[in-house]
């Protein structure tokens, strides 16, 4: 089984997006049985909070719920516990690195390099622009299950 945490700084908006575009994607791959997907934030700040209203409304727009999904922390015992933790930004990143001590086994990456690309996933709580967010949350995920699937 392959174990995937995505993580943003709250976990209500683009990691939680993330969680529950991957898990379409697996499932609709067939192969939703060879995952375990999930998302938390590297902060305390959004901790028990669900997931932001604008961010959910876009989730809906494909098709997606994201149903009982509650904000939780990142948390330096994690580590062992996952093969891959994927964040949104260079400050997820940064912030990882400091809750995990380090990255020893190589498993922090940032979603957008899947899709040859370096910068990060688009901030909706700043932009407000959730579409944007979905968009190279979706382009990420995809890419990654493409890399998964070789």
Known sequence: MIRIMFVCHGNICRSPMAEFVMKKLVSDAGCGDEFYIASSATSTEELGNP?????RSELANHGIGCAGKYAVQL???DYDKYDYFIGMDTANIRNMNRIFGSDKDEKIYK?????GRGDDVSDPWYSRDFGKAY?????GCKELLARLMK
Do not use: G, Q
Request: proline fraction near 11%; charged fraction near 30%.
């Open 135 to 139: 968009a190279d949350i979706e382009e």
């Open 75 to 77: 948390r330096k015992s």
């Open 51 to 55: 997931v932001y209203p604008p961010a």
């Open 111 to 115: 979603l957008l390099t899947f899709a």
